[in-house]
């Protein structure tokens, strides 16, 4: 065997200084980094000058003023409660589509599964901004879906109320349902995860002992899918608080999410330390429910 | 089946209705002879001829499947070594950190992540003169960046359900630690590798918001040109572009679906095959 030193340090310490080191100096650089910079601009001055920021100038070196705008002003306020409302409507309601669909995947036969299955992953390949561009096409005044709600309105409700076309784009109600379409696989997968995991003769014990099926769900299937419900609300809730697309496209334009206060702080205003504050707002916000997860979770673990 | 209930199949279909049939109303309304998008003017294949003739179109899809091809495949590469790195070296310095800047590009809003990476760009230039111009290098880099921490998650998972014994056992052969990698490890996690490299290619091939930001003047990606006509309103072109790439995508991954699965289930049949042998 080849003893020459510097194979020999490679073959016990370089190989494993490359793979760790590599992925590690390529996510510090262009991951940490740049966030970093993002942290420190949030307490920078805006500046007319290119880069329009400043730091560090003149006394007093850190500028808190964005950051006291992110908690008076009532434009970020409202936005923050538009984004969280939005968010966790949206979890709840895929939750409550969702979890019926998981549970029901969980009891058809081997191979309708692997198909249902592929079926709900298959939307999630597909492109995300043309799966909301749909969503446009169905909600628009002269659509076939559109008429259709219509006329049922208008058959039900009196005269009076009756509508030409029932008003859905640009509204906060279509940010919510289109944002439930597009994260619903979300939840249905770590649902299922959960749900497929469940021991079935748990079920029929409770119902030998004389549970009704309703009971059986509410004692035994729900208590012991938490953990998927869990996880499926985090995997929904954090990325539609921060959503731009879909506000941008189908939402109010007067009744902004967080994301696109960001962008437009950014782009138009050109006050960068000010995007940068609602950014880091943001993330503190979407820090604690990830850490409430992983509390739980740890605490889940612990318990086993 | 004992315990079928009619509401949780009723609910299961009311389900994949809602995902469906949005994708096929535009689907059928690709096909409208009408100017209106949403109106129907019966039968007509004109979008897809003036899509087909459409040189920006071409361009951006280029454009895009460059970007895809390069930083997915770079992609994979750092992340399955950062994904063999997290399962098999349980201590070294500044693994808790490395762990973390793992998951923060997954739980992080697309916004921050792009915001900070044209800041980042935008001062290198003016630090180290470096990238000189923004476009097809930063789109590339930033979607690396992303993709890699999906690629990352899949390897990782398989490699912690991965049997240790044989790598030890080449070990114990003679093997050097990097050659186990490549004739041991490499070949047993390769299914999660090609599905890594799958997934961080349509997420790349997907991505607008990122895009948006790094882009430079005449880099329009697929995804940014579809954004900046799509704001606009419904367009039967839109219709049409959009039917091509839902039908490309979705045979893809279900040709992609069917061979992956084939494969497992021979593994898994070879695996007990070569037990049955040993017994």
């Known amino acids: ?304 | 089946m004992t315990r079928r209930s009619t509401f949780l199949i009723t609910m299961l279909c009311f389900g994949f209705a809602f995902l469906y049939i949005p994708i096929l109303s535009m689907i059928v309304y690709s096909f409208n002879g009408s100017r209106l998008a949403t109106v129907w003017g019966g039968f007509s294949t004109k979008w897809y001829v003036s899509l087909f003739q459409n040189q920006q179109v071409w361009d951006a899809l280029i454009l895009s499947l460059q970007i895809a091809l390069i930083s997915a495949s770079i992609a994979t590469i750092l992340g399955t070594m950062a994904g063999i790195t997290l399962a098999r070296f349980t201590k070294f310095r500044g693994r808790t950190l490395f762990s973390g800047l793992v998951i923060a590009p997954l739980v992080m809003p697309e916004v921050i992540t792009g915001i900070s990476m044209l800041v980042f760009f935008i001062l290198m230039a003016d630090w180290v003169g470096w990238p000189g111009s923004r476009g097809f290098t930063t789109i590339t880099l930033a979607h690396i960046t992303f993709c890699m921490v999906f690629v990352t998650t899949i390897v990782q998972a398989r490699m912690l359900q991965a049997d240790r014994a044989i790598e030890e056992a080449a070990m114990d052969l003679g093997s050097r630690p990097w050659q186990v990698m490549f004739d041991v490890t490499l070949p047993v996690i390769f299914p999660a590798i090609l599905s890594g490299w799958l997934l961080a290619f349509t997420i790349s091939l997907d991505d607008v918001v990122i895009s948006s930001f790094v882009t430079g003047p005449g880099n329009t990606t697929l995804p940014l040109l579809v954004w900046s006509k799509v704001k606009l309103g419904v367009t039967p072109d839109i219709n049409a572009l959009a039917t091509l790439m839902v039908v490309t995508v979705g045979l893809g991954v279900l040709a992609a679906g069917i061979i992956l699965t084939r494969a497992e289930s021979r593994r898994l049949r070879e695996e007990r095959l070569a037990f049955r042998a040993n017994d």
Request: proline share 8%.
């Open chain 1, 1 to 304: 065997m080849d003893k020459h030193p510097l194979r020999r340090w490679f073959d016990l310490k370089g190989w494993r200084a490359l793979l760790i080191g590599v992925p590690y100096l390529w996510l510090i650089l262009f991951f940490l980094l740049p966030f970093l910079i993002v942290v420190v601009m949030s307490v920078a001055t805006n500046t007319p000058t290119a880069p329009p920021f400043s730091i560090g100038g003149e006394h007093p070196w850190v500028n808190l003023g964005p950051f006291s705008r992110v908690f008076t002003d009532s434009l970020y306020l409202r936005a923050f409660m538009t984004s969280v409302l939005n968010a966790a409507l949206t979890a709840m309601l895929c939750l409550l589509i969702g979890y019926p669909m998981a549970l029901a995947l969980t009891r058809v036969s081997r191979g309708w599964r692997t198909i249902l299955l592929m079926l709900v992953i298959l939307p999630f390949w597909t492109s995300f901004l043309l799966r909301v561009y749909a969503w446009m096409g169905l909600m628009g005044k002269n659509s076939w879906f559109n008429g259709l709600l219509t006329d049922s309105w208008n058959f039900l409700v009196p005269l009076d109320w009756a509508v030409k076309s029932v008003p859905l784009m640009n509204t906060n109600f279509a940010v919510v349902l289109v944002m439930v379409y597009t994260y619903l696989p979300f939840m249905i997968l770590p649902l299922y995860a959960s749900l497929e995991r469940l021991d079935p003769t748990l079920d029929e014990a409770a119902m030998d002992l004389g549970s009704r099926p309703h009971q059986v769900f509410w004692d035994v299937t729900l208590p012991q899918s938490i953990p998927g419900i869990v996880a499926g609300g985090m995997l929904v809730f954090i990325p539609a608080a921060g959503e731009l697309v879909i506000p941008t496209l189908v939402g109010n334009a007067s009744q902004p999410m967080i994301g696109k206060i960001i962008q437009d702080e950014f782009g138009q205003a050109r006050d960068w330390p000010m995007a940068s504050a609602v950014a880091v707002a943001l993330l503190v916000l979407m820090v604690i429910p990830t850490m409430l997860y992983s509390h739980y979770q740890a605490r889940a673990e612990g318990s086993k």
